[in-house]
């Protein structure tokens, strides 16, 4: 996967009051027998809603992209998207999917 650069965080001190104006998302790792699958979800900040989630089996840009592009198909896009350092999220599509729509990009903590 090519990576990046990683963008900083926008939204320090940000009043967040309306939906649609901040998604955020990150990956959780679930224990299960023979291993392990990893879940993302889409959340929007203000009305806490999980816009979309997808589970998957391995723990690459497809998962993030599967997530990100449903709940964009379903929902207006966010103002901006905030997302963890890790290469799932840096990667060249997923970035170039948020720029193409016009969403800021904001990336705290290495995920």
Partial sequence: IKTHKKYSYKLRDLGINHA???WSTGITYIKVAGGMVYMTAIIDWYSKAVL???IFNTMNFQLV???LNDALEKHPHPEIFNTYQSSQYTSEIHIKRLKDLGIQISM???G
């Fill in 20 to 22: 649609n104006q901040v």
């Fill in 52 to 54: 979309s989630h997808k």
């Fill in 65 to 67: 992209m599967s997530a």
């Fill in 108 to 110: 705290d903590g290495k």
